[in-house]
Protein backbone atom coordinates (compact mmCIF):
# COMPACT_ATOMS: atom_id res chain seq x y z
CA UNK A 1 0.00 0.00 0.00
CA UNK A 2 2.47 2.79 0.66
CA UNK A 3 4.24 2.03 -2.56
CA UNK A 4 1.62 2.75 -4.14
CA UNK A 5 0.14 5.33 -2.29
CA UNK A 6 3.20 7.46 -3.08
CA UNK A 7 3.21 6.09 -7.30
CA UNK A 8 -1.23 7.08 -7.10
CA UNK A 9 -1.94 8.51 -3.94
CA UNK A 10 -5.50 7.77 -4.01
CA UNK A 11 -5.14 3.93 -4.40
CA UNK A 12 -5.21 2.51 -1.25
CA UNK A 13 -8.79 2.04 -0.99
CA UNK A 14 -8.07 -0.40 -4.55
CA UNK A 15 -5.86 -1.97 -2.60
CA UNK A 16 -7.65 -3.35 0.36
CA UNK A 17 -10.43 -4.14 -1.26
CA UNK A 18 -8.72 -6.64 -3.73
CA UNK A 19 -7.01 -8.08 -0.17
CA UNK A 20 -10.32 -8.06 1.53
CA UNK A 21 -11.98 -9.85 -1.55
CA UNK A 22 -8.92 -12.21 -1.08
CA UNK A 23 -8.96 -13.57 2.39
CA UNK A 24 -12.79 -13.18 2.19
CA UNK A 25 -12.58 -15.87 -0.36
CA UNK A 26 -9.69 -18.30 0.75
CA UNK A 27 -11.63 -17.95 4.67
CA UNK A 28 -14.77 -18.96 2.18
CA UNK A 29 -13.30 -21.76 0.33
CA UNK A 30 -11.78 -22.87 4.27
CA UNK A 31 -14.74 -22.85 6.38
CA UNK A 32 -17.35 -20.62 5.11
CA UNK A 33 -19.08 -20.88 8.83
CA UNK A 34 -16.23 -19.84 10.14
CA UNK A 35 -16.47 -16.69 8.58
CA UNK A 36 -19.64 -15.73 10.04
CA UNK A 37 -18.35 -16.70 13.56
CA UNK A 38 -15.20 -14.21 12.62
CA UNK A 39 -17.47 -10.98 11.61
CA UNK A 40 -20.64 -11.04 13.56
CA UNK A 41 -19.78 -11.70 17.16
CA UNK A 42 -17.27 -8.42 17.61
CA UNK A 43 -20.37 -6.46 16.03
CA UNK A 44 -22.14 -7.47 19.23
CA UNK A 45 -19.80 -6.20 22.07
CA UNK A 46 -20.15 -2.66 23.63
CA UNK A 47 -17.36 -1.12 20.89
CA UNK A 48 -19.22 -3.28 18.35
CA UNK A 49 -22.53 -2.24 18.96
CA UNK A 50 -21.25 1.96 19.69
CA UNK A 51 -19.52 1.67 16.21
CA UNK A 52 -23.08 0.47 14.84
CA UNK A 53 -24.96 2.98 16.29
CA UNK A 54 -22.73 5.97 15.34
CA UNK A 55 -22.85 4.51 11.68
CA UNK A 56 -26.96 4.50 12.21
CA UNK A 57 -26.92 8.03 13.37
CA UNK A 58 -24.58 9.38 10.33
CA UNK A 59 -27.34 7.38 7.98
CA UNK A 60 -30.04 9.49 10.09
CA UNK A 61 -28.83 12.44 9.19
CA UNK A 62 -29.46 12.34 5.22
CA UNK A 63 -32.82 13.13 6.25
CA UNK A 64 -32.02 16.48 6.88
CA UNK A 65 -29.55 17.27 4.89
CA UNK A 66 -29.44 20.05 2.34
CA UNK A 67 -26.79 18.22 -0.22
CA UNK A 68 -28.48 14.60 -0.43
CA UNK A 69 -26.51 14.18 -3.35
CA UNK A 70 -23.29 15.34 -1.69
CA UNK A 71 -24.24 12.98 1.09
CA UNK A 72 -24.73 10.15 -0.21
CA UNK A 73 -21.45 10.80 -2.83
CA UNK A 74 -19.39 10.65 0.42
CA UNK A 75 -20.92 7.76 1.83
CA UNK A 76 -20.26 5.87 -1.12
CA UNK A 77 -16.98 6.85 -0.54
CA UNK A 78 -16.53 5.92 2.97
CA UNK A 79 -18.88 2.82 3.38
CA UNK A 80 -17.29 0.17 1.13
CA UNK A 81 -13.65 0.96 2.24
CA UNK A 82 -14.91 0.54 5.51
CA UNK A 83 -16.74 -3.07 4.84
CA UNK A 84 -13.23 -4.22 2.65
CA UNK A 85 -11.24 -2.60 5.73
CA UNK A 86 -13.21 -4.47 8.51
CA UNK A 87 -13.02 -7.70 6.54
CA UNK A 88 -9.27 -7.17 6.05
CA UNK A 89 -8.98 -6.62 10.00
CA UNK A 90 -11.28 -9.74 10.72
CA UNK A 91 -10.19 -12.01 8.03
CA UNK A 92 -6.01 -11.45 7.81
CA UNK A 93 -4.54 -11.49 11.10
CA UNK A 94 -3.29 -15.04 11.56
CA UNK A 95 -3.16 -16.30 7.87
CA UNK A 96 -0.79 -13.71 6.58
CA UNK A 97 1.74 -15.69 4.34
CA UNK A 98 5.40 -15.70 5.96
CA UNK A 99 6.77 -13.27 3.53
CA UNK A 100 4.26 -10.77 3.27
CA UNK A 101 6.09 -8.92 5.97
CA UNK A 102 9.11 -8.42 4.90
CA UNK A 103 7.59 -7.77 1.49
CA UNK A 104 5.74 -5.09 2.44
CA UNK A 105 9.25 -3.77 4.59
CA UNK A 106 10.54 -3.55 0.90
CA UNK A 107 6.95 -1.28 -0.12
CA UNK A 108 8.08 0.73 2.95
CA UNK A 109 11.53 1.10 1.85
CA UNK A 110 10.70 2.07 -1.61
CA UNK A 111 7.85 4.22 -0.77
CA UNK A 112 10.14 6.70 1.82
CA UNK A 113 13.06 6.41 -1.19
CA UNK A 114 9.81 7.60 -3.68
CA UNK A 115 8.79 10.54 -1.42
CA UNK A 116 12.73 11.62 -0.49
CA UNK A 117 14.33 11.78 -4.05
CA UNK A 118 11.38 12.40 -6.24
CA UNK A 119 11.20 15.72 -3.94
CA UNK A 120 14.89 16.23 -4.07
CA UNK A 121 15.02 15.61 -7.47
CA UNK A 122 11.62 17.87 -8.63
CA UNK A 123 9.21 15.30 -9.30
CA UNK A 124 10.33 13.44 -12.73
CA UNK A 125 8.02 10.67 -11.81
CA UNK A 126 4.44 13.14 -11.72
CA UNK A 127 6.24 14.87 -14.78
CA UNK A 128 6.71 11.78 -16.60
CA UNK A 129 3.13 10.56 -15.77
CA UNK A 130 2.00 14.24 -16.94
CA UNK A 131 0.09 14.31 -13.09
CA UNK A 132 0.23 17.64 -10.84
CA UNK A 133 3.72 19.27 -10.35
CA UNK A 134 3.16 19.81 -6.30
CA UNK A 135 5.13 18.72 -3.62
CA UNK A 136 1.55 18.09 -1.94
CA UNK A 137 1.36 14.99 -4.40
CA UNK A 138 3.32 13.06 -1.68
CA UNK A 139 1.31 14.39 1.96
CA UNK A 140 -1.08 11.44 1.39
CA UNK A 141 1.83 8.35 1.11
CA UNK A 142 3.39 10.04 4.12
CA UNK A 143 0.80 10.09 6.06
CA UNK A 144 -0.06 6.01 5.42
CA UNK A 145 3.41 5.36 6.58
CA UNK A 146 3.04 7.29 9.62
CA UNK A 147 0.26 5.12 10.64
CA UNK A 148 1.07 1.71 8.78
CA UNK A 149 4.84 1.31 9.56
CA UNK A 150 4.59 1.43 13.30
CA UNK A 151 2.38 -2.41 13.62
CA UNK A 152 4.20 -3.57 10.60
CA UNK A 153 7.19 -3.07 12.62
CA UNK A 154 6.08 -4.63 15.23
CA UNK A 155 5.62 -7.83 13.13
CA UNK A 156 9.15 -7.97 11.58
CA UNK A 157 10.28 -7.68 15.08
CA UNK A 158 8.47 -10.80 16.14
CA UNK A 159 9.16 -12.56 13.20
CA UNK A 160 12.87 -11.77 12.56
CA UNK A 161 15.51 -10.35 11.37
CA UNK A 162 14.57 -7.12 13.35
CA UNK A 163 17.26 -5.16 11.44
CA UNK A 164 14.38 -5.28 8.50
CA UNK A 165 11.95 -4.06 11.28
CA UNK A 166 14.56 -0.87 12.30
CA UNK A 167 15.05 -0.45 8.45
CA UNK A 168 11.08 0.04 7.92
CA UNK A 169 10.71 2.57 10.65
CA UNK A 170 13.89 4.53 9.45
CA UNK A 171 12.93 4.80 5.78
CA UNK A 172 9.16 5.53 6.85
CA UNK A 173 10.25 7.70 8.88
CA UNK A 174 12.73 9.47 5.97
CA UNK A 175 9.49 9.86 3.71
CA UNK A 176 7.25 11.17 6.26
CA UNK A 177 10.50 14.29 7.08
CA UNK A 178 11.22 14.73 3.91
CA UNK A 179 7.36 15.24 2.60
CA UNK A 180 6.09 18.89 3.35
CA UNK A 181 2.99 17.29 5.03
CA UNK A 182 3.54 18.67 8.76
CA UNK A 183 0.96 16.58 9.56
CA UNK A 184 2.76 13.30 8.95
CA UNK A 185 5.30 14.74 10.93
CA UNK A 186 3.06 15.26 13.94
CA UNK A 187 1.55 12.01 13.82
CA UNK A 188 4.86 10.66 13.88
CA UNK A 189 6.33 12.84 16.66
CA UNK A 190 2.70 11.61 18.82
CA UNK A 191 3.38 8.08 17.98
CA UNK A 192 6.92 7.89 19.45
CA UNK A 193 6.24 9.93 22.23
CA UNK A 194 2.58 7.71 22.90
CA UNK A 195 4.54 4.07 22.54
CA UNK A 196 7.88 5.01 24.79
CA UNK A 197 5.16 6.12 27.34
CA UNK A 198 2.80 3.02 26.55
CA UNK A 199 6.44 0.95 27.46
CA UNK A 200 7.17 2.74 30.58
CA UNK A 201 4.10 3.52 32.55
CA UNK A 202 1.26 1.02 34.02
CA UNK A 203 -1.50 -0.57 31.51
CA UNK A 204 -3.73 1.60 32.76
CA UNK A 205 -2.37 4.96 33.25
CA UNK A 206 -0.74 4.37 29.71
CA UNK A 207 -4.28 3.72 27.78
CA UNK A 208 -5.83 6.55 30.59
CA UNK A 209 -3.84 8.65 29.41
CA UNK A 210 -4.60 7.99 25.60
CA UNK A 211 -8.39 8.38 26.44
CA UNK A 212 -8.07 11.65 28.25
CA UNK A 213 -6.39 12.92 24.79
CA UNK A 214 -8.83 11.58 23.04
CA UNK A 215 -11.90 12.88 25.06
CA UNK A 216 -10.09 16.12 25.37
CA UNK A 217 -9.74 16.24 21.43
CA UNK A 218 -13.67 15.93 21.43
CA UNK A 219 -14.95 17.95 23.62
CA UNK A 220 -12.61 20.88 22.64
CA UNK A 221 -12.69 20.70 18.75
CA UNK A 222 -15.99 23.33 18.84
CA UNK A 223 -13.97 25.92 20.42
CA UNK A 224 -10.25 24.27 19.05
CA UNK A 225 -10.17 27.98 16.92
CA UNK A 226 -10.98 30.49 19.84
CA UNK A 227 -8.47 29.18 22.30
CA UNK A 228 -5.93 29.28 19.22
CA UNK A 229 -6.74 32.57 18.71
CA UNK A 230 -6.44 33.39 21.56
CA UNK A 231 -3.29 31.84 23.19
CA UNK A 232 -1.33 30.74 20.45
CA UNK A 233 1.49 33.17 20.15
CA UNK A 234 2.81 34.76 16.81
CA UNK A 235 6.03 33.14 17.19
CA UNK A 236 4.50 29.97 16.77
CA UNK A 237 2.67 31.11 13.63
CA UNK A 238 5.95 32.73 12.14
CA UNK A 239 7.41 29.27 13.06
CA UNK A 240 4.33 27.09 11.46
CA UNK A 241 4.03 29.56 8.57
CA UNK A 242 4.33 26.89 5.40
CA UNK A 243 1.62 25.13 7.23
CA UNK A 244 -0.64 27.53 7.06
CA UNK A 245 -1.55 28.35 11.01
CA UNK A 246 -3.30 31.18 10.65
CA UNK A 247 -5.42 30.04 8.08
CA UNK A 248 -6.34 27.09 9.74
CA UNK A 249 -7.16 28.87 12.87
CA UNK A 250 -9.76 30.99 10.87
CA UNK A 251 -11.26 27.74 9.68
CA UNK A 252 -11.26 26.24 12.97
CA UNK A 253 -13.27 29.53 14.78
CA UNK A 254 -15.92 29.45 11.30
CA UNK A 255 -16.61 26.01 11.63
CA UNK A 256 -16.87 26.29 15.46
CA UNK A 257 -19.47 29.10 15.04
CA UNK A 258 -21.41 26.71 12.84
CA UNK A 259 -21.72 24.18 15.49
CA UNK A 260 -22.58 26.82 18.07
CA UNK A 261 -25.39 27.84 15.98
CA UNK A 262 -26.69 24.46 15.48
CA UNK A 263 -24.93 22.27 17.84
CA UNK A 264 -27.39 19.14 18.60
CA UNK A 265 -27.89 17.54 15.30
CA UNK A 266 -25.55 19.03 12.70
CA UNK A 267 -25.68 19.88 8.75
CA UNK A 268 -25.74 16.57 7.88
CA UNK A 269 -23.45 13.29 6.91
CA UNK A 270 -20.59 14.64 4.44
CA UNK A 271 -22.19 17.89 3.69
CA UNK A 272 -18.59 19.98 4.81
CA UNK A 273 -17.55 20.02 0.87
CA UNK A 274 -20.74 22.47 0.83
CA UNK A 275 -21.27 24.09 4.27
CA UNK A 276 -20.84 27.40 3.36
CA UNK A 277 -24.22 26.62 1.45
CA UNK A 278 -25.51 25.01 4.49
CA UNK A 279 -28.75 27.18 6.24
CA UNK A 280 -26.54 27.10 9.02
CA UNK A 281 -23.96 29.05 7.78
CA UNK A 282 -26.47 32.09 6.67
CA UNK A 283 -27.32 32.94 10.33
CA UNK A 284 -23.02 33.70 10.94
CA UNK A 285 -21.99 36.59 10.74
CA UNK A 286 -20.39 37.69 6.89
CA UNK A 287 -16.71 37.50 8.02
CA UNK A 288 -17.60 33.74 9.33
CA UNK A 289 -18.71 32.24 6.68
CA UNK A 290 -15.60 32.43 3.43
CA UNK A 291 -13.40 29.82 5.05
CA UNK A 292 -16.61 27.58 5.58
CA UNK A 293 -15.96 27.16 1.36
CA UNK A 294 -12.84 25.43 2.08
CA UNK A 295 -14.19 21.85 1.98
CA UNK A 296 -13.63 20.56 5.31
CA UNK A 297 -12.50 21.83 8.66
CA UNK A 298 -8.93 20.33 8.78
CA UNK A 299 -9.73 18.75 12.04
CA UNK A 300 -11.86 15.66 11.92
CA UNK A 301 -13.36 15.66 15.84
CA UNK A 302 -14.70 19.36 14.54
CA UNK A 303 -15.84 17.65 11.30
CA UNK A 304 -18.03 15.19 13.25
CA UNK A 305 -19.61 17.98 15.75
CA UNK A 306 -20.25 20.39 12.46
CA UNK A 307 -21.73 17.28 10.15
CA UNK A 308 -23.23 15.24 12.95
CA UNK A 309 -24.24 17.43 15.84
CA UNK A 310 -23.70 16.93 19.73
CA UNK A 311 -25.05 13.60 19.21
CA UNK A 312 -22.65 12.15 16.77
CA UNK A 313 -19.76 13.63 18.83
CA UNK A 314 -21.08 11.93 22.04
CA UNK A 315 -20.85 8.50 19.84
CA UNK A 316 -17.70 8.90 18.23
CA UNK A 317 -16.32 9.67 22.08
CA UNK A 318 -18.42 6.51 23.04
CA UNK A 319 -16.37 4.76 20.61
CA UNK A 320 -12.88 5.94 20.55
CA UNK A 321 -13.06 4.87 24.67
CA UNK A 322 -14.63 1.38 24.50
CA UNK A 323 -11.85 0.81 21.77
CA UNK A 324 -8.84 1.43 24.58
CA UNK A 325 -10.40 -0.56 27.21
CA UNK A 326 -9.78 -4.08 26.20
CA UNK A 327 -5.79 -2.69 25.44
CA UNK A 328 -5.29 -2.62 28.97
CA UNK A 329 -4.93 -6.63 29.24
CA UNK A 330 -2.75 -6.64 26.21
CA UNK A 331 0.71 -7.76 26.32
CA UNK A 332 3.12 -4.80 26.70
CA UNK A 333 4.44 -4.45 23.11
CA UNK A 334 1.08 -4.67 21.49
CA UNK A 335 -0.69 -1.87 23.77
CA UNK A 336 2.58 0.47 23.41
CA UNK A 337 2.22 -0.17 19.77
CA UNK A 338 -1.58 0.04 19.63
CA UNK A 339 -1.16 3.16 21.92
CA UNK A 340 1.32 4.55 19.17
CA UNK A 341 -1.18 4.61 16.19
CA UNK A 342 -4.24 5.77 18.26
CA UNK A 343 -1.80 8.77 18.77
CA UNK A 344 -0.59 9.00 15.66
CA UNK A 345 -3.86 8.93 14.22
CA UNK A 346 -5.42 11.38 16.37
CA UNK A 347 -2.86 13.61 16.02
CA UNK A 348 -3.39 13.69 11.86
CA UNK A 349 -7.17 13.65 12.22
CA UNK A 350 -6.38 16.74 14.63
CA UNK A 351 -4.89 19.09 11.85
CA UNK A 352 -6.16 17.29 8.23
CA UNK A 353 -7.95 15.70 5.88
CA UNK A 354 -11.54 14.72 5.48
CA UNK A 355 -12.74 12.49 8.17
CA UNK A 356 -14.97 9.85 5.43
CA UNK A 357 -12.10 9.84 2.97
CA UNK A 358 -11.79 6.10 1.56
CA UNK A 359 -7.96 6.78 1.53
CA UNK A 360 -7.61 7.27 5.14
CA UNK A 361 -10.26 4.60 6.06
CA UNK A 362 -8.47 1.91 4.01
CA UNK A 363 -4.65 3.39 5.89
CA UNK A 364 -6.04 2.63 9.34
CA UNK A 365 -7.61 -0.75 8.26
CA UNK A 366 -4.16 -1.62 6.88
CA UNK A 367 -2.61 -0.55 9.91
CA UNK A 368 -5.10 -2.23 12.27
CA UNK A 369 -4.62 -5.28 10.64
CA UNK A 370 -0.86 -5.68 11.18
CA UNK A 371 -1.68 -4.87 14.38
CA UNK A 372 -3.71 -7.81 15.32
CA UNK A 373 -1.23 -10.04 13.06
CA UNK A 374 1.60 -9.23 15.41
CA UNK A 375 -1.19 -9.67 18.48
CA UNK A 376 -1.74 -13.09 16.68
CA UNK A 377 2.15 -14.17 17.20
CA UNK A 378 1.61 -13.99 20.82
CA UNK A 379 -2.02 -14.81 21.31
CA UNK A 380 -2.56 -17.48 17.79
CA UNK A 381 -5.70 -18.74 19.88
CA UNK A 382 -7.65 -15.59 20.01
CA UNK A 383 -7.45 -14.86 16.27
CA UNK A 384 -6.54 -17.97 14.32
CA UNK A 385 -8.95 -20.42 15.55
CA UNK A 386 -12.47 -19.71 13.90
CA UNK A 387 -14.53 -20.80 17.35
CA UNK A 388 -13.11 -17.80 18.83
CA UNK A 389 -16.10 -16.24 20.26
CA UNK A 390 -16.88 -12.06 21.45
CA UNK A 391 -15.35 -13.11 24.94
CA UNK A 392 -11.64 -14.36 23.89
CA UNK A 393 -11.25 -11.84 20.78
CA UNK A 394 -9.63 -8.54 21.00
CA UNK A 395 -11.34 -5.45 19.84
Known sequence: MPLAMALA??????????????????????????????????????????????????????????????????????????????????????????????????MVVLAGLTIAV???????LQRALGQRMAEF?????????????????????????RVVALAALAFAALGILRSVSGAAAMGLAAGLAMFVLGRLLPARLAVGLAGLGLGLAVALAPVEGDLLDRFMPEAAHERLVHSSSRARVAIARSFGAAVAADPWV?????????????????RLDPEMRTLLAVGHPHNAFLQVWAELGTAGAVLAAAVLMLMLAPLVA?????????????????????????????????????AITWLRDARSRTAPHTL????????????
Not at 23 to 35: I, P, S, Y
Open 9 to 106: NRSSPLVVAIAALLFLAGRCLEDAGAVRRLLLPPLATPPGLAALVFLAWCAATLAWTPFPALSLRMAGEFVPTLVAAYLLVRLAPGRMPGFAAPLSAA
Open 266 to 282: GAGFGTSARFAEAPVAA
Open 330 to 366: WPAGERATALALVAAAAAIAFVEHNTWAAWWTAGLGA
Open 118 to 124: GLAAGLP
Open 137 to 161: VYNRPALTLAVVAGPLALVLWRQGP
Open 384 to 395: SRPEAGPDRTPS
